[in-house]
């Protein structure tokens, strides 16, 4: 990976009560992209990935959870920390 990118991992995130949800990862993020950018990607970039499935690419998606690994640490779960919006 060249300097100035990292491998970012979105949790696509359908229902937190089922827990069903799908990681994808993107290597060589550019990390000079703005967040508003990124986003823009990711709405059009997952209406036409391969490999996932159909409920994943057409949900209209209002909140994003991105997983990263600071410094090689341990990853955590991808869903942990969802108490709070199991309770709603």
Do not use: W
Not at 2 to 10: I, K, L, S
Not at 21 to 50: Q, S
Request: net charge positive; glycine share 4%; with cysteine.
């Amino acid at each position: 990976m060249a300097p100035g990118e990292a491998t970012v991992t979105v949790c696509l995130v359908l229902s937190f009560k089922h827990l069903n949800f799908k990681p994808v990862v993107y290597h060589g993020v550019h990390l000079d992209k703005t967040v508003k950018e990124f986003i823009l990607f990711l709405r059009k970039d997952i209406t036409l990935r391969p490999g996932l499935p159909s409920p994943f690419q057409r949900y209209k998606y209002d909140t994003m959870k991105i997983i990263h690994q600071a410094h090689k640490s341990k990853v955590s779960k991808p869903l942990s920390s969802t108490e709070q919006f199991l309770e709603k």
